[in-house]
């Protein structure tokens, strides 16, 4: 069964540096997504993106943060300064189609981002 | 703005028994999203639903459109069944997924 992937599983950084997080979305998906959720609390929308370009943002989603489809399989997350609020599980998530309509998405396993 | 509520927060239940988790949602979230995330993090989508009832082995999930208001049944409840299950609203429109809290759920043997 088609799964979306995720690497690394975890990741330690430290403050002030770049991170890149990485997924492979479910291959015949348009829209890709990316949530994060602080340790203990509720999993939260940062952005979603159609067609090479971001289709809606939250607030969360500031200037640190960039998306970025680089090749035809991977749908990547950049953080450009890390703070330790940023300390967080990021999901990535897919789905066919978006928009109009409800569509289910589809997580990966989560990369646990560590930022001291 | 969009917002789901859960209850309850945390549930304790003997194997076998009847589970019921409840969701209710605000006016704009046209389709509500049951996940379950396991102790290691990850998450999986069980249902999305914006009318009725739908059933998957042991787990229904149901949904009042009038009253906002949705829930997942687990029957004969099983100790893997333990993890917290989440429910979460989408408007048609928006891609964006508004999550509630979260129903952490142990089924002890």
């Known amino acids: 069964e088609p799964e979306v992937t995720q690497t690394p599983s975890h990741q330690v950084t430290q403050m002030g540096q770049e991170v890149i997080l990485r997924c492979v979305p479910i291959?015949?998906?348009?829209?890709f997504y990316w949530y994060r959720q602080i340790l203990g609390q509720k999993v939260e929308f940062l952005v979603s993106f159609y067609n090479n370009e971001i289709s809606e943002k939250s607030e969360i989603f500031d200037d640190q943060f960039s998306v970025e489809r680089p090749d035809g399989s991977n749908f990547t997350l950049k953080i450009r300064s890390t703070k330790l609020e940023d300390s967080a599980m990021y999901f990535c998530?897919?789905?066919?189609?978006?928009?109009?309509?409800?569509?289910?998405?589809?997580f990966g396993p989560g990369t646990r981002l560590t930022v001291t | 703005k969009n917002e789901v509520e859960q209850s309850p927060q945390n549930l304790t239940a003997q194997e076998g028994e009847f589970i019921t988790i409840n969701c209710s949602y605000s006016?704009?979230?046209?389709?509500l999203h049951w996940l379950q995330q396991h102790p290691g993090g990850g998450i999986v989508s069980l249902f999305m639903l914006s009318s009725g009832k739908k059933k998957h082995g042991r787990l229904i999930a149901t949904i009042n459109i009038q009253e906002k208001h949705s829930s997942l049944h687990i029957t004969a409840s099983h100790p893997r069944d333990s993890a917290v299950y989440i429910c979460?609203?989408?408007?048609?429109?928006?891609?964006?997924?508004?999550f509630g809290k979260g129903t952490k759920l142990t089924v002890n043997p």
């Open positions: 291959s015949n998906h348009l829209y």
């Open positions: 979460a609203g989408s408007q048609g429109g928006s891609e964006k997924l508004v």
């Open positions: 998530a897919s789905s066919e189609a978006g928009g109009v309509g409800i569509y289910e998405q589809y």
């Open positions: 006016v704009g979230i046209s389709a």
